[in-house]
């Protein structure tokens, strides 16, 4: 008897860790594969977008086709993954709140994700049975800072889970082969649910990863020529898209980096305390001129692949049979916009022109000044040079904020694109 009830307690304790095993790999494979599949997501998303175009090391570079608007890019991975995560999170949180229950007094539980309601999470974890259409308005679409939130809840939880497990295991076992059958039992019986949910999320996601993955990789061939050629104008047309955007992203960083340096070096000459840049100003100076130098590269190099993109498309358009070329009219020399470096002339300093340097002198008022006598000429004099410093001042303030009304009303619109090209236009 003691032989047979040593072999059961073997056998169980055999089983156990291997059913443990396979459920921390299943839920560390789901946590692997989703954290693979989101990057999927952002990588497609960030590329349709074109800001990988924008770093200052690299002017331009290929970013695949992007016609599909961002909501419904791998529309089919986002709704698997969140449904996985979903039904995984819940699945581990029934687990952990049974051994809370069961076991309230193995660790404090203050800081547990499970001691939070499901409905101040947000993102439809709460709803017991949740349509597409739902689901799709609670995640935005299934965005991609929806998935990333869900992620990061369903790692806290399942960590939670296992750690709970841990304890548990870690209170109730005991050498003595009787007290095992109900640990067994207990262990198979709290985590079987979460183990049949792992399981199931994880071939989900898994197939859902590989296929999107795969004609990420390996485009479809057209069925016929003209889906092809409709195909290669709208990739054509994409590229093109994201050169142009490149250009005008790099172009308004170095405007918000010029605005900033213009307004550095006014503001040291409009001080009242002029002194002369020393040699570390002026080693300042040549390392910001220089971090400018990057984007000034980059938008060259935007701009030349704009030009040969649109050149090798014209080319293409005139070389199609059926399609008879204008007759080319002679190009005009290039003429370049020159922009007047001065500020505008606001209604309060119009009056200024009213008042002449004649007005103030002394000259011509010889008929009359004579007659005064020294203290009233002294004291006249006086009054002109107050009046003299007072208008000069006036015109000094007035100028100056005149103008900085002006740049602060180019930084508003820089981040604009309709404003960008106004305060291009009126500059």
């Known amino acids: 008897n003691q032989i047979e009830s040593h072999l059961i307690y073997l056998y169980r304790t055999k089983s156990l860790q291997s059913y443990i095993k396979t459920l921390v790999h299943n839920s560390k494979t789901l946590t692997g594969l989703s954290r693979k599949a989101l990057r999927l997501v952002q990588e497609t998303e960030v590329i349709s977008r074109g800001f990988t175009l924008v770093s200052a090391a690299s002017s331009f570079s290929r970013a695949g086709p992007g016609a599909v608007p961002r909501g419904q890019q791998l529309i089919g ?41 499901l409905k101040e999470l947000g993102l439809g974890l709460g709803i017991e049975h949740l349509g597409d259409e739902q689901a799709q308005e609670l995640t935005d679409d299934y965005s991609l800072p929806a998935l990333k939130m869900l992620f990061q809840l369903w790692v806290g939880q399942s960590s ?78 994409n590229t093109l898209h994201t050169s142009i955007r490149s250009l005008q992203l790099h172009l308004k960083a170095l405007l918000s980096e010029m605005i900033i340096l213009e307004d550095d070096l006014e503001k040291l000459m409009v001080s009242k305390e002029l002194t002369e840049l020393t040699c570390e100003g002026y080693q300042d100076l040549s390392d910001r001129l220089h971090q ?23 080319r293409r358009a005139t070389a199609c049979p059926g399609e008879h070329p204008e007759c080319k ?13 001065r500020d505008p002339v606001p209604e309060e300093l ?31 004099r006086r009054e ?15 100028g100056f904020r005149a103008s900085e009304g002006e740049r602060m009303k180019r930084k508003q619109l820089l981040f604009n694109d309709q404003g960008l090209h106004w305060c291009c236009w009126y500059s």
């Not at 986002?78 to 309230?104: I, N, V």
């Not at 003595?176 to 207990?186: D, E, G, T």
């Not at 009219?329 to 470096?341: K, M």
Request: with cysteine.
């Open 77 to 117: 991975l986002r709704k698997a993954l969140y449904r996985a995560l979903r039904s995984a999170f819940r699945a581990s949180r029934r687990a952990t709140c049974h051994m809370l229950k069961a076991y309230p007094l193995i660790d404090n539980v203050t800081n547990y994700v499970s001691a939070v309601p």
């Open 160 to 237: 939670e889970c296992f750690r709970r497990l841990g304890g548990l295991k870690a209170e109730t076992s005991s050498p003595c082969p009787p007290l095992l059958p109900p640990l067994h039992r207990s262990i198979i019986a709290v985590t079987e649910p979460l183990h049949h949910a792992l399981a199931s999320c994880l071939g989900e996601v898994q197939r859902s990863y590989d296929f999107h993955r795969h004609f990420e990789t390996h485009p479809r061939t057209a069925g016929s020529e003209r889906t092809g050629r409709a195909r290669e104008k709208c990739r054509e047309l």
């Open 292 to 314: 400018l130098q990057p984007h000034m590269q980059a938008s060259s190099g935007c701009w030349e692949d704009t030009i040969n993109q649109v050149e090798r498309m014209l």
């Open 329 to 341: 009219i002679p190009e005009s020399p290039p003429s370049y916009p020159l922009i007047l470096d």
């Open 350 to 380: 119009e009056w200024e022109a009213y008042v002449s340097d004649s007005d103030s002198d002394g000259e011509g008022r010889g008929s009359w000044s004579d007659t005064l006598s020294p203290e009233e000429r002294e004291r006249q």
């Open 384 to 398: 002109r040079e107050e009046s003299r410093r007072v208008l000069s001042e006036l015109k000094a303030v007035l």
